[in-house]
């Protein structure tokens, strides 16, 4: 059985505005850094892959994000990278998840954009208004 394939396709036309398939364009603006765009999709994607999971659990869930990071040159190979991203959610999750920190675990490991990242995240969860640690 193969996998599921997903392809996204995005375009900036001559006015610098974004393009995603056939969706409305967005314009985010000379502030708006490729960075930047990076560090939103890191919080929306990971965001969308505790929604996901918590609803296969049964459980819904909703909140924020917020992420940082660092550019420098990478010591392995010269070139200018992320070397540092943290990425800080403060989520709500009702009801209450049995296993809260197996529940982020997964949220982490199957956010699209974090696993292609070469630059190891670190998170921090805030979950139904306590810090949690997966893996610990």
Same mark, same amino acid.
């Given at each position: ?6 392809? #996204?396709? /995005? ?5 610098? !505005?974004?393009? !995603?398939?056939?969706?409305? %364009?967005?314009? @985010?603006?000379?502030? +708006?850094?490729?960075?930047?765009? &990076? &560090?939103? !999709?890191?919080?929306?994607? /990971?965001?969308?892959?505790?929604? *996901? *999971? ?17 550019? /420098? ?6 070139? #200018? ?13 009702? %009801?209450? @998840?049995?296993? @809260? !920190? ?14 292609? &990242?070469?630059?190891?995240?670190? #998170?921090? +969860? ?6 949690? *640690? %997966?893996?610990?």
């Amino acid at each position: 059985m193969s996998p599921k394939t997903f392809e #996204y396709r /995005t375009s900036i036309d001559a006015e610098g !505005a974004l393009c !995603a398939e056939e969706r409305h %364009p967005l314009d @985010p603006g000379e502030e +708006w850094t490729p960075e930047h765009l &990076l &560090l939103g !999709a890191l919080s929306r994607c /990971t965001l969308s892959s505790l929604r *996901h *999971h918590a609803r296969q659990a049964g459980l819904e869930a909703r909140g924020a994000a917020s992420a940082s990071g660092v550019v /420098t040159k990478r010591e392995r190979d010269g070139r #200018y990278a992320f070397v540092e991203i943290q990425c800080g959610l403060d989520v709500t999750v009702e %009801p209450p @998840p049995a296993d @809260p !920190a197996e529940l982020i675990g997964l949220a982490e490991r199957d956010c699209f954009i974090g696993a292609s &990242l070469t630059v190891q995240v670190e #998170y921090e +969860w805030r979950l139904n208004g306590a810090l949690v *640690h %997966p893996g610990a």
